[in-house]
């Protein structure tokens, strides 16, 4: 299975694995499927650590870094076809950050790990 993380489920897993649902523990720890971090969810937590509106370690960088190496997380960039995948997507919240993982998650044909109960609601796969 290929699954892109959403912010929240990928600091979970880092900082708070017991906040995980059992379905999606069991995904992320499966050697057999791709993981997927988008650099939307870095930009949320830059901008979140920026406003105060999220605590990490100092050393964040080098530990976001190391996880990712050891748990074979790919780093997904923002492309342009992902950026128009938003324009095609209904009104049905407004986080700019969830709307393009879930672009995201469409055009590279991704399941988007999620407990946002929001998510579901647009035409994307999801996993909780």
């Known amino acids: 299975m290929r699954l892109l993380l959403d912010t929240q489920v990928f600091l979970w897993s880092l900082d708070a694995p017991e906040r995980l649902s059992r379905g ?6 499966d050697r057999a499927g791709e993981l997927f971090l988008s650099a939307a969810s870095y930009w949320e937590i830059c901008l979140k650590l920026s406003i105060g509106r999220l605590a990490l ?8 870094d190391r996880e990712m190496t050891a748990n074979r997380i790919v780093w997904l960039p923002l492309e342009r076809h992902h950026l128009r995948g938003i324009i095609e997507l209904p009104w049905l919240h407004r986080d700019p950050f969830d709307r393009l993982l879930v672009a995201q998650a469409r055009c590279e044909g991704l399941t988007l790990v999620t407990a946002d109960e929001h998510i579901p609601a647009y035409p994307v796969d999801t996993l909780w």
């Open 24 to 29: 999606a523990a069991a995904a992320i720890l």
């Open 57 to 64: 370690r100092e050393d964040w960088p080098e530990v976001l």
